[in-house]
């Protein structure tokens, strides 16, 4: 690697490390902001999706538009995909401990996996059939602790939504390589936006809840996505999986650190055996893509 590529690899690993750092950030806003869950999807939907569409307009310039016009049926698929997972996953947060929604969450790679092998046939490793089991009894230990209510379990279900939504936006994303990605995210924002107006009461909303909410759809979402987005491309694929799944531990992390929020006792358990399969199959996949054609892997 020459230094030139050096350099542009270390800048690649912090664009898409702080992406995770912004991403990590959304428990802490959806706790610290009272407003009920309508209305802090709609006005997020609103600011993330301007967010993401000036982006969109600063890196395209004067092929916005045409690149707009090119956008065919995979590009309304990932925008609804992501349109579900924004309100399942904030959903998920609102209504469960962050830590549960998080470790769901973190079975995403197994989950596309599946998905990939029942839509576009597209047959998983062996490794990743033994992570995804590793996973899913980890997955199961959490469930099978006590349950904080109904709508503990409300907040189960949203993270498993997203985490299937995701999944879905991934094999689209695969499938059709080109299919404008932040156009669509940011469609998908200003959908979000449209679905939750008729239940939402932004006139109600603090001016304290404001200033978050604004900070929630900018530095969370919008600036997340822009550092993916200009990172992803300076580095190799499975080095990015490895880094964005930082946000995984560390999301629940800062909820606990600032706001005291102590997953249960089954969420211990079961968590950190679901993210020694995450990050598990990653370094592998990571070791598996370093070594030089020809050469086998021990």
């Known amino acids: 690697m020459t230094l030139a590529e050096q350099k542009q690899h270390r800048v690649g690993v912090a664009y898409v490390a702080l992406s995770a750092l912004a991403w990590s950030s959304s428990?802490?806003?959806v706790r610290l902001i009272h407003a009920d869950l309508m209305t802090i999807l709609f006005c997020r939907g609103i600011v993330s999706g301007c967010g993401?569409?000036?982006l969109f307009l600063y890196i395209e310039r004067g092929r916005a538009f045409r690149t707009i016009g090119s956008m065919r049926g995979p590009s309304l698929a990932a925008t609804l995909f992501s349109t579900a997972a924004m309100i399942s996953g904030i959903g998920s947060i609102y209504y469960t401990s962050v830590a549960d929604a998080m470790v769901i969450y973190a079975t995403v790679p197994f989950v596309t996996a599946g998905v990939a092998y029942v839509f576009?046939?597209?047959r998983p490793s062996v490794t990743t059939m033994v992570a995804s089991s590793v996973a899913l009894l980890g997955v199961i230990v959490m469930l099978t602790g006590e349950s904080g209510g109904g709508g503990s379990w409300l907040g189960k279900v949203l993270a498993a939504i997203m985490t299937l939504m995701v999944a879905g936006l991934a094999v689209v994303m695969r499938q059709h390589r080109n299919v404008p990605m932040l156009p669509a995210m940011a469609a998908s924002a200003w959908l979000c936006s449209f679905?939750?107006?008729?239940?939402?009461s932004p006139g109600s909303v603090s001016a304290g809840d404001t200033?978050?909410?604004i900070a929630f759809?900018?530095?969370?979402?919008a600036m997340g996505l822009s550092l993916y987005t200009f990172g992803s491309r300076l580095i190799p694929a499975a080095d990015a999986s490895l880094l964005t799944a930082l946000e995984v531990p560390l999301t629940p992390l800062w909820v606990w650190i600032f706001l005291k929020e102590t997953p249960s006792a089954a969420t211990m358990i079961g968590g950190p055996i679901v993210l020694f399969a995450l990050f598990g199959h990653i370094l592998l996949e990571v070791?598996?893509?370093r070594v030089p054609a020809g050469v086998a892997v021990n």
């Open 120 to 122: 576009i046939k597209e």
């Open 211 to 213: 200033g978050l909410i």
């Open 27 to 29: 428990g802490i806003f």
């Open 217 to 221: 759809g900018l530095v969370q979402n």
């Open 195 to 200: 679905v939750t107006f008729w239940f939402a």
């Open 287 to 289: 070791r598996r893509n």
């Open 52 to 54: 993401v569409f000036a």
